[in-house]
């Protein structure tokens, strides 16, 4: 949300569920330092790298600790390095929280990297 800090981006989803202010900022603000954006809290979507703005989207998505988490092309408009490092973000926080990882992607490198593959083409499953 561009009219929101990074912190008040990651609380977005909490508010409904977490009725102590304090204790959204402390769950933004520990996600956001697990995402290595913990000098960024303060600042605007638009002053942050394509990277970083997905990677406060990563934590936004685990503000409510979720059981699984959908990742609809999470490296598109990104370069190689950032690429690998959100992939890195989501593979270790798929192994750390054991929760269920499906991303979409049309990247094969990122698509070979998972432990399970479906292939859709033109609405069906193919393999």
Do not use: C, F, W
Not at 37 to 47: G, N
């Amino acid at each position: 949300m561009p009219t929101l800090r990074v912190l008040e981006n990651v609380q977005v989803p909490m508010l409904a569920l977490s009725p102590s202010p304090q204790r959204r900022a402390e769950r933004a603000a520990a996600l956001l330092i697990e995402m290595g954006l913990q000098h960024r809290l303060r600042q605007y979507p638009s002053e942050l790298s394509a990277g970083e703005r997905q990677r406060v989207a990563i934590a936004r998505a685990l503000a409510n600790e979720p059981d699984m988490l959908l990742a609809d092309e999470p490296t598109g408009n990104l370069d190689s390095e950032n690429s690998a490092r959100i992939m890195e973000i989501l593979t270790g926080i798929q192994k750390v929280r054991g929760m269920t990882l499906i991303v979409v992607t049309h990247e094969n490198e990122i698509a070979h990297s998972a432990s399970h593959q479906i292939h859709i083409r033109d609405g069906r499953i193919r393999a």
